[in-house]
């Protein structure tokens, strides 16, 4: 790889997602590519295309992204389980793809920051609900 970011650590220290950009993504589904590593220096495991803001969840099972639809009236997360399972995708309802996510400490909600006409603004979503604004755009 040529242009790897780590985006997050799990809370035991045992894996870490990369970004990847670049030459080395020549050719693949997007431009930025989602990669799962274990630290003991196995291989990098490609978990996503097309997505961006990855954030572990404390249990370290689950992988948040936000889906890069390249389309702004329309966003999404996906769950991306880290042992083999289909993905879950959940819709937001918001514009503009994500620039960061994270995980509340009860692993239920989310945290989202939106940019829509050149303003940010954060959201929380639960699992199962819509996103609530808690911050004014700024």
Do not use: C, H
């Not at 997050?8 to 950009?21: K, N, P, R």
């Not at 890069?68 to 997360?77: L, P, R, V, Y």
């Not at 083999?84 to 400490?105: M, N, Y």
Request: proline residues 6%; hydrophobic residues 35%; charged residues 30%.
């Amino acid at each position: 790889m040529d242009w790897s970011t780590i985006s997050d650590f799990s809370a035991d220290g045992t894996l870490i997602t990369l970004d990847e950009s670049g030459d080395a993504t020549e050719g693949a589904e997007g431009e930025s590519l989602v990669y799962i590593r274990k630290t003991d220096g196995s291989p990098a495991v490609r978990m996503a295309a097309k997505s961006s803001a990855r954030a572990l969840s404390r249990d370290g099972k689950l992988l948040l992204t936000a889906v890069d639809e390249q389309n702004d009236t329309k966003s999404a997360f996906e769950l991306l389980p880290i042992r083999p399972s289909a993905p879950i995708r959940i819709e937001t309802g918001l514009q503009s793809p994500s620039t960061r996510v994270a995980w509340l400490p009860q692993q239920t909600d989310r945290l989202r920051e939106t940019r829509q006409g050149g303003k940010l603004r954060t959201w929380v979503q639960a699992l199962d609900g819509k996103p609530q604004p808690i911050t004014a755009r700024r």
